[in-house]
């Protein structure tokens, strides 16, 4: 199966993302990445970008998720 256009692009994308739109005080929903990534032509999906994030954070970059009462993920 091929694999969708953009995806080698993805992390990159969400680390893009992270950089220039959260902080502590302003941090963003899995909601808001998966938007940013459809906006930019990749599909992405929920537990796609948990694994993405735990990728990220394995190689060393600073990334806090919380998790709100609602269930939503907040990174």
């Not at 992270?18 to 990534?37: R, V």
Request: glycine share 6%.
């Amino acid at each position: 199966m091929a694999r969708a256009s953009g995806q080698k692009l993805k992390l990159l994308y969400i680390v893009k993302f992270l950089s220039e739109n959260t902080d502590e005080h302003h941090p963003a929903s899995t909601a808001d990445i998966i938007a940013h990534l459809e906006a930019n032509g990749i599909h992405s999906e929920r537990k796609s970008v948990y694994d993405d994030i735990e990728k990220l954070c394995d190689f060393g970059y600073d990334i806090v998720q919380v998790h709100s009462q609602i269930g939503r993920a907040h990174v």
